[in-house]
Each structure stands twice: as C-alpha cells, then as structure tokens.
C-alpha cells in the first residue's frame, strides 16, 4: 500500500510500517499545499492512504467520490506514537478508498515496540 503523510505527521513514525510503501508531503514537494489540493497531488501520485493529525481535514472534505482513503491520528505526540504503532498499522490495512477513520491514540502505559522488533511480552 502506498501511503503518504501529511506534514504534521512524525516523520520516524515510517520506520513502524515496514509493509507499507510511506513517502511524506515534505519529501513530495507538498508539505506547503492546502488541504484540498494535497489531496487531488496524493491521489494523482497513487497514494492509497493519507495519514494526518489535522483534526478538521474530514470536516472540510468530502472523499465520498475519492480514491484516497484519511487516516486521522488524535495526536502527532511522538513519544506516544512510537509505543502506539499497531493500531496506527491496522488502521492503515483496514482503510478503503473514500474512508475517514479518526483514530484515538492512547495515552495509559503502553508496551513499548520498536522498528527492529515485535510487540514485547509481558
């Protein structure tokens, strides 16, 4: 799946979806587009999924007739990212084109994963 982040995105945060091919507004050339428009350049670049943390973006558009399918993260908070990246991936499997899904991160304790290995047990 070819995903791409917005700008307000942690850039690290590709390590954590080695199945997924990720490139971010930043390194498109897009990172200054408005929302609108990043949207149409991601959908005519063959991207499946947008990740953000622009809270508003599914307010402000309609993917209703779109290719693209928006995931919506709750916080672009690194430090709880990085221990939060299996919903972020399952998210990003279950999305579909014209999809919203707004996704609430937690923030309790969470087992901490890395790039280089699986979840640890407890």
């Not at 791409?4 to 990172?31: C, I, Y």
């Not at 508003?56 to 916080?75: C, E, G, H, K």
């Not at 990085?82 to 996704?103: Q, R, V, Y």
Request: overall charge neutral; aromatic content about 6%.
């Amino acid at each position: 799946m070819k995903v791409l982040f917005d700008h307000n995105v942690p850039e690290k945060l590709r390590h954590f979806q080695p199945l997924h091919s990720v490139s971010t507004a930043r390194e498109m050339g897009w990172a200054v587009l408005e929302n609108g428009t990043l949207l149409r350049e991601a959908e005519l670049g063959g991207f499946d999924v947008m990740v953000t943390c622009d809270q508003n973006l599914s307010y402000q558009q309609n993917l209703q007739n779109r290719t693209l399918a928006l995931v919506i993260l709750s916080t672009n908070n690194w430090n709880l990212l990085k221990i939060n990246p299996e919903p972020i991936a399952s998210s990003l499997d279950a999305a579909h084109p014209g999809s919203f899904l707004h996704l609430k991160i937690q923030t309790g304790a969470q087992r901490p994963w890395g790039p280089t290995r699986g979840p640890q047990q407890s």
